[in-house]
């Protein structure tokens, strides 16, 4: 079956820590790719996205992420993470024939201590 | 903006009771999907629609069904309510973009629970 894992459950790091959030997948063929973050209390929203090109790609509030198509990955980054990253991270992976579902992650907790 | 907008944000029904829960969204998407979202388990599609009157089963549909008269709405139905089906549910609207899954865009959520 088509899955998406998250290899880390929870992280916790210090303000201006690096941040590195896991993410692989075991579709074939071509894929397009998300990260999406939850706030506490709040809705999900997308962080970043990609569909081809460039497969290192920026998203917002200083978020980036590698596609790594030999790995079938697609990691989080952040160089500098701060208290207002606090919140929960989740990939997801949509195939080019499952009419237009994404499949997600289990969900990466991060805790970023001031 | 993209509005997609749940009925209800919290519910609390008895085992056994029927539950509606219902989704609309105001941009035209195509696509409407209902999720739950537990603890450690990430999000778990239970149904989705690419068009009007039409539906395709998730990873976990059994106990649900739903219902796309228009294309703005998608309702979730829980015929007979269980304590298993407490959960967070989550809508969502996309347009495929390229011929692929394009964007999701969610709803603020239903935390339903069955006592």
């Known amino acids: 079956a088509q899955s998406v894992s998250q290899h880390n459950h929870h992280v916790i790091l210090s303000e201006a820590a690096s941040l590195e959030l896991g993410c692989n997948y075991s579709?074939?063929?071509?894929?397009?790719l998300f990260w999406y973050v939850q706030y506490p209390g709040q809705h999900l929203q997308l962080l970043l996205k990609?569909?081809?090109?460039?497969?290192l790609v920026k998203g917002i509030k200083g978020f980036e992420a590698e596609f790594i198509k030999s790995k079938f990955s697609f990691n989080l980054r952040k160089p500098s993470v701060q208290w207002s990253d606090t919140a929960e991270y989740f990939c997801?992976?949509?195939?080019?024939?499952?009419?237009?579902?994404?499949?997600f992650g289990q969900g990466t907790e991060l805790s970023v201590k001031p | 903006d993209v509005k997609v907008t749940q009925s209800s944000r919290y519910l609390v029904k008895r085992t056994g009771e029927k539950v509606f829960l219902e989704c609309v969204q105001d941009?035209?998407?195509?696509?409407m999907f209902w999720y739950r979202q537990d603890p450690g388990l990430g999000l778990r599609l239970i149904y989705f629609?690419?068009?009007?009157?039409?539906?395709e089963k998730g990873d976990i549909p059994e106990g649900y069904s739903v219902s796309r008269e228009k294309k703005e709405r998608f309702s979730l139905i829980l015929e007979s309510a269980s304590t298993n089906q407490t959960s967070m549910y989550l809508c969502?609207?996309?347009?495929?973009?390229?011929?692929?899954?394009?964007?999701?865009?969610f709803g603020e959520g239903s935390r339903l629970t069955v006592l």
């Open positions: 629609s690419y068009d009007v009157k039409m539906k």
């Open positions: 990609y569909f081809s090109g460039d497969p």
């Open positions: 941009m035209d998407h195509e696509n």
């Open positions: 997801a992976v949509g195939s080019y024939n499952q009419g237009g579902k994404l499949i």
């Open positions: 579709y074939g063929g071509t894929v397009n």
């Open positions: 969502a609207s996309s347009s495929t973009v390229r011929g692929g899954p394009g964007e999701l865009f």
